[in-house]
């Protein structure tokens, strides 16, 4: 069985400042994982994914995320926020073994001027 | 290709009623999701199908909910009756296979009063 759980409902940052999203999963199988984010009244849109390979993954929009097996985390990182990048963010995790995704509950980015 | 298409965008109708909502997925797809979300719950799975088989519908909260996919072009999900605690916006998505991403519909955001 897998589970996202994402540190924070709700993250400030100034903007031009540094955007750290934590994401921890659980997952009995090697995982596969995303990140989404979420404009308002809109839906999901991939960010980036991890599937094999390398553990450093580049996205969209300047974000990556690292991989992190030994401590099960996933965290999505920016090195300069944008007014544009207030969204939420949503982290997921998938197996190799069924197409199940599994979501976080969300992180809302907010950006200060 | 069109992405992910959901119908109605909007739906308001009375506690009791029956409420169908629509879904055509990416063409090739292999794995149709649906889930809603609510402040209080976030993103939740409710069902999904892998070659329009339903692999998985733990996420289904009560009989009230059903879903169907009668082939792999369409899907919908129905609520029979509704009632308000059904209010919330629901997704679809569909995915090619499992170290894909899945691709998100825009929505249907139900109001039941």
């Known amino acids: 069985a897998q589970s996202v759980t994402q540190l924070g409902s709700h993250v400030s940052v100034s903007e031009g400042a540094l955007v750290l999203l934590r994401c921890n999963y659980s997952?009995?199988?090697?995982?596969?994982l995303f990140w989404y984010v979420q404009y308002p009244n809109q839906g999901l849109q991939l960010l980036l994914k991890y599937t094999t390979g390398a553990t450093l993954v580049k996205g969209i929009n300047g974000f990556e995320a690292e991989f992190k097996k030994s401590e099960t985390s996933f965290h999505l990182t920016k090195p300069s926020a944008h007014m544009s990048d207030a969204a939420e963010y949503f982290c997921?995790?998938?197996?190799?073994?069924?197409?199940?995704?599994?979501f976080g509950k969300g992180t809302r980015l907010h950006i200060l001027p | 290709d069109a992405g992910v298409i959901q119908s109605p965008r909007h739906e308001v109708t009375e506690m009791g009623q029956e409420v169908t909502l629509r879904c055509k997925p990416i063409s090739g797809h292999n794995s149709l999701f649906w889930y809603r979300q609510t402040m209080m719950r976030g993103l939740e799975l409710l069902i999904y199908?892998?070659?329009?088989?339903?692999?998985?519908d733990s996420g289904m909260p009560e009989d009230r909910f059903s879903a169907k996919m009668p082939n792999a072009s369409f899907s919908t999900l129905k609520i029979q009756p509704s009632e308000p605690r059904d209010s919330a916006v629901y997704f679809c998505?569909?995915?090619?296979?499992?170290?894909?991403?899945?691709?998100f519909g825009q929505g249907t955001r139900l109001t039941v009063v």
């Open positions: 199908f892998n070659n329009n088989v339903p692999i998985d």
């Open positions: 997952s009995s199988v090697p995982p596969y």
């Open positions: 998505a569909s995915r090619r296979d499992m170290n894909t991403e899945a691709f």
């Open positions: 997921a995790v998938s197996g190799n073994r069924d197409d199940k995704i599994i």
